[in-house]
């Protein structure tokens, strides 16, 4: 079975959204905007891996950030982020959404209100703007994704609020 890196999954799906969000031919000024511009490898094992804030998770958490400080006018952040079982984010909100690819394990998610859903290596989730969610491991099973979100023009791109309670997590479908 092929298994893409983590890396190499990134690489993919940022030239399969080049590819989609330029289908027209660069103007001038583009082309030499483009030709000072040089290509930045990050080396895997360069990124330090950070542990996520104890105030915006439960358990153990890893993030590993891909690019945090975008270069204008992009304004989006990529994470790698790894819980370990029964780990999880708090209550929190994306003003411009966001995207998780389900890279490893098996996890839950929960919109306010809603139900817990199950999502696996290889999902996909997208998180409209300003819906209210958590996300993270099972209680049994470790899980890592992808986090996409891009920032506000003021930089902001997570409004972090209480913690997902014992109670709520563990709650049955």
């Known amino acids: 079975m092929?298994?893409?890196?983590?890396?190499?999954?990134?690489?993919?799906?940022?030239?399969?959204?080049?590819?989609?969000?330029?289908?027209?031919?660069?103007?001038?000024?583009?082309?030499?905007?483009?030709?000072?511009?040089?290509?930045?490898?990050?080396?895997?094992g360069s990124r330090p891996w950070l542990q996520g804030p104890e105030a915006n998770f439960t358990g153990t958490v890893r993030v590993e950030p891909l690019f945090t400080q975008p270069q204008s006018p992009v304004r989006t952040t990529v994470g790698h982020v790894n819980f370990e079982p029964a780990a999880r984010s708090a209550w929190h909100t994306h003003p411009l959404g966001q995207t998780l690819v389900i890279t490893s394990g098996s996890g839950w998610t929960q919109e306010w209100g809603g139900e817990r859903k199950t999502v696996h290596a290889g999902d996909i989730i997208h998180?409209?703007?300003?819906?209210?969610?958590?996300?993270?491991?099972?209680?049994?099973?470790g899980m890592s994704h992808l986090a996409i979100q891009e920032g506000t023009p003021e930089g902001k791109n997570v409004e972090w609020m209480e913690k997902v309670s014992d109670q709520q997590y563990n709650r049955e479908l």
């Open 2 to 44: 092929f298994r893409m890196t983590s890396a190499a999954f990134l690489i993919t799906i940022t030239a399969s959204f080049s590819v989609l969000a330029d289908n027209t031919a660069p103007s001038q000024a583009t082309s030499a905007v483009a030709a000072k511009e040089k290509v930045i490898i990050s080396k895997n």
């Open 127 to 141: 998180c409209p703007p300003g819906v209210k969610h958590w996300h993270g491991a099972t209680a049994t099973t």
